[in-house]
Every structure is written in structure tokens, then in C-alpha cells.
Nanobody, 122 residues
Framework: QVQLVESGGGLVQPGGSLRLSCAASGLTLVYFDIGWFRQAPGKEREGISCISVSDGSTYYADSVKGRFTISRDNAKNTVYLQMSSLKPEDTAVYYC???????????????WGQGTQVTVSS
């Protein structure tokens, strides 16, 4: 059974940092583009970052560029999202998935995690 499991969310003050993890079981993440998405209450899901399987290149939405960093640890089969200089508008449920924003997953490999809540508030 394939599972993507996000962790690392929580409550943080504005300006603070968090590191989200996306750990996989039943799937080797090194063979997939992995994207991070978020959805705030009452808003559409937003694709915010991606790391490519082919060359490790990365993508960031303008809303997080310069503040968030995506990375892989192939030995741990985990993808991370380091978030810094957090703002209240970053408050959302964050998801990882086997696709990049704006792209389709590989046929038969459309997997999403259950999400982790990030709340930025003083």
C-alpha cells in the first residue's frame, strides 16, 4: 500500500520557521517529481513548490519564492519543505503529491498525502 505522510506542521509566530516532511512507504520518491501544495480555508488549492526527478531542479510559486526551500533525502525516502519568514497568509493545510504544480502525475501514480496543518499567528 502506497502512502505519503506529511509531518512537521504546527503553530508558529510570524517570522518563524518550520520544516515539513513528506515520507513515503510503498513508493520510492527518487523516481518521481514531488510537489508541495497548500489549501487555506475558503481558497483554492495552490501549488507552491516542486522538485524534479530528472535533474533535481526546483520550482517555487511567487508567493513563497525566497522563503521556502524544497529538498530530497533519497536515503530516507523523504522530501522536505523548509519554510522561513512565515507570514499569516501562509496558514493552510500543506500536502505533498507525486506531481508538480501544473503537471499530471505519472499514469497510475497519482498519490497525495493526508496533509499537515500550518498556522502562522501571534
Amino acid at each position: 500500500q502506497v502512502q505519503l505522510v506529511e509531518s512537521g506542521g504546527g503553530l508558529v509566530q510570524p517570522g518563524g520557521s518550520l520544516r515539513l516532511s513528506c515520507a513515503a512507504s510503498g513508493l520510492t520518491l527518487v523516481y518521481f517529481d514531488i510537489g508541495w501544495f497548500r489549501q487555506a480555508p475558503g481558497k483554492e488549492r495552490e501549488g507552491i513548490s516542486c522538485i524534479s526527478v530528472s535533474d533535481g531542479s526546483t520550482y517555487y510559486a511567487d508567493s513563497v519564492k525566497g522563503r521556502f526551500t524544497i529538498s530530497r533525502d533519497n536515503a530516507k525516502n523523504t522530501v522536505y519543505l523548509q519554510m522561513s519568514s512565515l507570514k499569516p497568509e501562509d496558514t493552510a493545510v500543506y500536502y505533498c503529491a507525486t506531481q508538480c504544480p501544473g503537471s499530471e502525475p505519472p499514469l497510475g501514480y497519482d498519490y497525495w498525502g493526508q496533509g499537515t496543518q500550518v498556522t502562522v499567528s501571534s
